[in-house]
């Protein structure tokens, strides 16, 4: 297969290439647990003390409302969490973690704390934050549109 030797430097192309690496190893080390990379986002993303309301959850991940259906019912039957009508909004549902999904959820941030560590021990400060810098600016162009010229 003949790639374009620029390939490499596209940003489009690096950004792509270390999320994929990184829900990969992310993936590998949650299935000793009996939990994927979506559901150990999806853990940190909810309330550990008083819940989230269902409505909240997928806009936090990034992720469309039937993806985010998919996750929670794929948690809902590992015991994860609980489903409760939100007192506040007749209309919503309030998802919480169950004492499993606590623990679960306790196991996701030391391993997240345990990859960053790895970072910061490996990659200079400056390039760290140059890197973070630089990614914050590509996805505020992003989520600003019009960039595609019709």
Avoid: C
Avoid at 15 to 27: L, P, S
Avoid at 62 to 69: A, D, F, T, V, Y
Avoid at 93 to 113: A, D, M, Y
């Amino acid at each position: 297969m003949i790639v374009n030797k620029h390939f490499k430097r596209r940003v489009d192309f690096v950004m792509r290439q270390g999320w994929k690496n990184i829900e990969k190893m992310y993936n590998n080390e949650a299935s000793k647990y009996d939990v994927t990379f979506s559901i150990g986002f999806t853990l940190i993303s909810i309330d550990p003390e008083n819940g989230s309301p269902s409505t909240s959850i997928g806009p936090v991940m990034g992720l469309e409302s039937n993806s985010i259906s998919r996750i929670l019912n794929s948690m809902e039957n590992k015991n994860l969490i609980t489903r409760r009508a939100n007192p506040n909004d007749g209309r919503s549902i309030i998802i919480s973690l169950t004492k499993l999904g606590i623990k679960k959820r306790e196991i996701v941030i030391q391993k997240i704390r345990e990859f960053k560590s790895i970072l910061r021990s490996r990659i200079d400060p400056s390039d760290l934050d140059t890197f973070l810098r630089v990614s914050t600016q590509v996805n505020e162009i992003i989520e600003e549109g019009g960039y595609f010229q019709t």
